[in-house]
C-alpha cells in the first residue's frame, strides 16, 4: 500500500536473445542479478556507488536501465519531476514496456494508479486517497493488527518450531489490508490465494501473476459495486465517498488504487518482518537490547528500530521505474529521454557519506533519515500503517518466543527472485513451546 517504494514488479529469466549491454562495463564491475547476488547485493552495490554510481546496465528480462546507488543522487532522482512515473514515456519497444509494470495490470485495466502517473493526475489521485486513508484511521487500526498478530502467533506457539514467513509474515499483512479495505472474512482467502501467486514469482510463470491479477480486478468491481449500494467503514467505500471539489473516483481508479494498496502493501510488510527479524536473529547484542527495553515497558527503542531495520534491509531493494522525459545529467552522467531509471534504495541507504558506520546495525541510530519509504511526491502513503504492523510483528515475537533462533544456516536460506523486492523465501525459527493466549489475557502491547 506504498506509493514509490512499494509495488513490486517481478523479472523473469531473461530470454536467450536477450540484448548485449550496449557499451562495455567497467573493469571490475561485479555480476548483477545473479543467486549470489541476491543473497547478499551490499558488497556489489558498494562497488557500484565508488567506481559508477549512476550505471547502465541489461536486467534479467532484457530492457536497458540505469541504476543509481548513491543517497545524494537517489534522493535528487526520487524527486525529480523530469523522471516521470508514466510507462509512456519509455523510449523501449512494446516488448520492453510489458516488461516494466505488474503482469497482467494493463490488461485488467488496472494502470490509473499512483505508480504510474504523475502531477496533476497523480495530485488529484493521492488527494482524494488520503482522504480514506488517514492517520486517524491507521492508529484506530492498531487493536486489529495486535489481534492479528497473537492469533497467527497461537497456530503455532506450542509447537515450538514455525516458518515465520508462511505462518507469520505472509498472511498478517494480507489480512490486515484485507480488513482495511472491507473484504469479508468470507472472501479473505481467496485474496492469500492471488497473493500467494504473485509472491512466489521465483518459483512460478509471470502468467500465473497476471491470472490472479485479472482475478483480483474482477472480485474489487463486484466488491466496489456492492459498496456502492450499501457502504460501510472501510477503506474502499471512503474511496468511493472521497471527493474534490465535487470531483470523485472513477469506477476504474477506485478498482486500480484498492488493487495497488493491496498488491503493493502486502509484500513490503512481508519483507519488513522477515527481513527484520533475520537481521535480529543475526545480531544477537542488538536483539538483546531491545527485549530488555521491551520488558521495561519503554518503546523508543522499538520505534527506532523499526527505522534502522529498514535502512539496514529493507523490503523494497530498488524503487520502481522512473522514465526520463528529457535529456538530463544525474550523478555525472548523461541519461537520455526515454531512459528508464532504477533508484537502488538498498544501495542508498548504506552510503557511507549519509550513514556513520552504515554496514552495523545499530537500532538506536537516531539521524536515519533513510529513503526505504521513498522521498517527495511518491512519498509511501502507507508508510503508517506498515510501521504499525512492523513494531507489532517485531514486537509480539520477541515477548512471545523466548529463545527464538535459526533453525537453519544462513548460507542455507533462499532470498525470492525479483528486482523491486527484497524479502527471504523462508525463515524456519526455533523456540521455547508456550501457550495460546486465552480470552482473559491482555493481548501483547506494541
Known amino acids: ?141 492498531a487493536p486489529r493488527v495486535q489481534e492479528l498478530t497473537d492469533r497467527l502467533i497461537d497456530d503455532f506457539v506450542e509447537k515450538g518450531e514455525a516458518d515465520l514467513i508462511h505462518d507469520f509474515a505472509f498472511p498478517l499483512p494480507i489480512y490486515a489490508i484485507c480488513d482495511l479495505l472491507g473484504v469479508p472474512r468470507e472472501d479473505q482467502d481467496d485474496f492469500r490465494d492471488w497473493a500467494g501467486m504473485m509472491i512466489r514469482h521465483g518459483g512460478g510463470p509471470r502468467g500465473g501473476v497476471a491470472r490472479s491479477v485479472k482475478k483480483m480486478r474482477g472480485y474489487l468491481a463486484e466488491l466496489i459495486h ?58 544477537p547484542g542488538q536483539r538483546a537490547r531491545l527485549e530488555e527495553s521491551l520488558a521495561a515497558g519503554e518503546s523508543a527503542l522499538l520505534a527506532t528500530g523499526i527505522e534502522e531495520l529498514l535502512r539496514f534491509d529493507g523490503p523494497v531493494e530498488l524503487a520502481t521505474w522512473r522514465y526520463a522525459t528529457e535529456a538530463l545529467t544525474l550523478g555525472g552522467q548523461e541519461i537520455a529521454a526515454g531512459d528508464p531509471v532504477l533508484v537502488v534504495l538498498a544501495a542508498a541507504d548504506r552510503d557511507p557519506d549519509r550513514f556513520t558506520d552504515p554496514d552495523a ?29 512492523g513494531q507489532a510483528a517485531v514486537a509480539t515475537l520477541l515477548k512471545r518466543l523466548p529463545g527464538l533462533r535459526l533453525a537453519a544456516e544462513p548460507v542455507d536460506l533462499r532470498w525470492r527472485g525479483g528486482l523491486i523486492m527484497r524479502g527471504l523465501r523462508t525463515l524456519p525459527v526455533q523456540f521455547e513451546p508456550g501457550r495460546r493466549l486465552q480470552e482473559s489475557d491482555t493481548l501483547s502491547p506494541l
Open 1 to 141: 500500500m506504498t506509493d514509490t517504494p512499494a509495488c513490486p514488479h517481478h523479472t523473469p529469466a531473461p530470454p536467450e536473445d536477450a540484448p548485449a549491454i550496449p557499451e562495455a562495463a567497467p573493469e571490475g564491475a561485479p555480476e548483477l542479478f545473479t543467486w549470489e547476488f541476491a543473497t547478499d547485493p551490499y558488497p556489489a552495490y558498494a562497488w557500484l556507488r565508488e567506481h559508477s554510481p549512476v550505471h547502465r546496465t541489461a536486467l534479467p528480462s532484457g530492457v536497458e536501465a540505469w541504476l543509481v546507488t548513491r543517497y545524494g543522487d537517489a534522493k535528487q532522482a526520487l524527486a525529480d519531476a523530469r523522471l516521470s512515473k508514466n510507462p509512456a514515456h519509455h523510449a523501449g519497444s512494446a516488448a520492453a514496456k510489458g516488461k516494466t509494470g505488474i503482469p497482467g495490470e494493463r490488461k485488467a485495466e488496472l494502470m490509473t494508479h499512483l505508480l504510474n502517473i504523475d502531477p496533476p493526475d497523480h495530485t488529484r489521485l493521492r488527494r482524494l486517497v488520503s482522504k480514506a486513508f488517514t492517520p486517524r484511521r491507521v492508529a484506530e487500526f
Open 226 to 283: 456492492r459498496k456502492r449500494e450499501n457502504p460501510g467503514d472501510d477503506l474502499i467505500s471512503g474511496l468511493i465517498r472521497a471527493s474534490d471539489h465535487g470531483e470523485h473516483l472513477t469506477e476504474n481508479e477506485a478498482a486500480a488504487m484498492a488493487f495497488i494498496l493491496l498488491f503493493a502493501g502486502f509484500e513490503t510488510t512481508v519483507n519488513l518482518i522477515g527481513n527484520g527479524t533475520y537481521a535480529l536473529l543475526r545480531h
Open 361 to 389: 546495525l545499530d537500532l538506536s541510530r537516531s539521524d536515519n533519515q533513510h529513503l526505504g519509504y521513498g522521498h517527495g511526491i511518491h512519498y509511501c502513503l502507507g508508510a503508517p500503517l506498515a510501521r504499525l504492523e
